[in-house]
């Protein structure tokens, strides 16, 4: 099956740090822009930042809220790709998506993993 | 950033009704308008990209359209399963931007 599965999620405190992973089954993020999107308790939908592929070596892309503080990388060996937050803040809050990027469709993000919880809490 | 707003933020239907979402640009973003569904506790599903593309799978009463600046998702006849809040995003800029959503409920 065709998926994103992320896992990484946890309670940290603040200024603290933590590692996301999405991990991709049945395509190959190689072909791919890979982006990360959260979503505060209750609230919208934030897209937080983008690693693009080879093609565009492998340059990335981020929120202004997000800048400076959290990294996106991608290991095309394991096929997966990851958000390292530090310094994080009470407002980083979020259930985190990775969702594949497809270029074909307008740059849609047709394809979303199932999330998971970043609590940023003392 | 392109700046995105939804109308309404919420609205209250019956199941057949025709529902109309609007989605306004703050500049022209062309025709890189896509629209997601997300149901409580689930990730967002693509519905429709490109402004009027369907994605795969997603029932015909799903429509899309717009360009520029202004843009519309319509639902022909509301099934029970579409009772969700919709989302509008920007694909135009290198930053992505969504909408604020629009909470479809009974």
């Known amino acids: 099956e065709v998926q994103l599965v992320e896992s990484g999620g946890a309670l940290v405190q603040p200024g603290g740090s933590l590692r996301l992973s999405c991990a991709a089954s049945e395509f190959t993020i190689s072909d791919h822009y890979m982006d990360w999107v959260r979503q505060a308790p209750g609230k919208g939908l934030e897209w937080v930042g983008r690693?693009?592929?080879?093609?565009?070596?492998?340059?990335?892309e981020y929120a202004a809220s997000v800048k400076g503080r959290f990294t996106i990388s991608r290991d095309e060996s394991k096929n997966s790709v990851y958000l390292q937050m530090n310094s994080l803040k009470s407002e980083d809050t979020a259930v985190y998506y990775c969702?594949?990027?497809?270029?074909?469709?307008?740059?849609?993000?047709?394809?979303w993993g199932q999330g998971t919880m970043v609590t940023v809490s003392s | 950033d392109v700046q995105m707003t939804q109308s309404p933020s919420s609205l209250s239907v019956s199941v057949g009704d025709r529902v109309t979402i609007t989605c306004r640009a703050s500049?022209?973003?062309?025709?890189?308008l896509n629209w997601y569904l997300q149901k409580p506790g689930k990730a967002p599903k693509l519905l429709i990209y490109a402004s009027s593309s369907l994605q795969s799978g997603v029932p015909s009463r799903f429509s899309g359209s717009g360009s520029g600046t202004d843009f519309t998702l319509t639902i022909s006849s509301l099934q029970p399963e579409d009772f969700a809040t919709y989302y509008c995003q920007q694909s135009y800029t290198a930053q992505f931007t969504f909408g604020p959503g629009t909470k479809v409920d009974i």
């Open positions: 500049q022209s973003i062309s025709t890189y």
């Open positions: 969702a594949r990027v497809y270029g074909g469709k307008g740059n849609a993000l047709d394809l």
């Open positions: 690693t693009r592929n080879k093609v565009k070596s492998y340059t990335t």
